[in-house]
């Protein structure tokens, strides 16, 4: 894994032609951890990044004129998100949640300071007159807890299903199969 000193250790955001038809975004929210000690949250793993550095990444630039994002935010970051998405140039349609569960089910219980977290949110906005490619599929998936910020492959399922590519990752923690991938901790690819 690789901790950049300084913004910007990834490169530019990659172009396409014609620019990417959806982007998949999971910004390092810029997390404090009030334990003494190197901590436990995300600045343990990643470079977290300030709301006013992902606000001002150039994704409208690269983006498509009609597109999709799907913006991952937790629920301490929910309103920076929504700001974030307007930003980037794109209007909120729906927000898809992600319930983390254990083996046989149950509510993975996760961190948090007044309740604890099971869910992560994923703002699913769009930009131009970019059509979902089915109207059938629920808001919220039930997967197991993945490594810290990795997210389960049945959404990369659901993004393939609604959303017609190129694909871009952001801040990818890992690669697949016919998307390409921009971030510190980027797979080449």
């Not at 920076?80 to 307007?86: D, G, L, S």
Request: net charge neutral; hydrophobic share 35%.
């Amino acid at each position: 894994m690789m901790v950049p000193e300084e913004q910007g250790t990834a490169g530019p955001l990659p172009s396409t032609d014609g620019g990417w038809k959806v982007i998949v975004a999971d910004p390092p929210w810029p997390y404090v951890d009030r334990l003494p000690g190197p901590g436990r949250g995300a600045g343990k793993h990643y470079r977290l990044m300030t709301v006013q550095e992902i606000r001002d990444l150039p994704v409208g630039e690269v983006a498509a004129a009609s597109a999709h994002l799907y913006l991952w935010t937790t629920n301490g970051f929910m309103a920076e998100a929504h700001e974030i998405c307007r930003a980037w140039g794109f209007e909120l349609k729906s927000i898809i949640t992600w319930v983390k569960v254990t083996k046989d089910g149950r509510p993975h219980i996760g961190m948090g300071r007044t309740f604890r977290n099971v869910t992560e949110h994923c703002l699913f906005g769009v930009r131009g007159r970019a059509p979902v490619l089915r109207n059938n599929v629920p808001n919220v998936l039930f997967a197991p807890r993945t490594r810290h910020s990795e997210k389960p492959d049945s959404f990369y399922d659901t993004v393939e299903n609604m959303s017609a590519g190129p694909f871009l990752e952001m801040f990818a923690r890992r690669g697949r199969d016919g998307w390409s991938s921009w971030g510190d901790e980027a797979p080449d690819g």
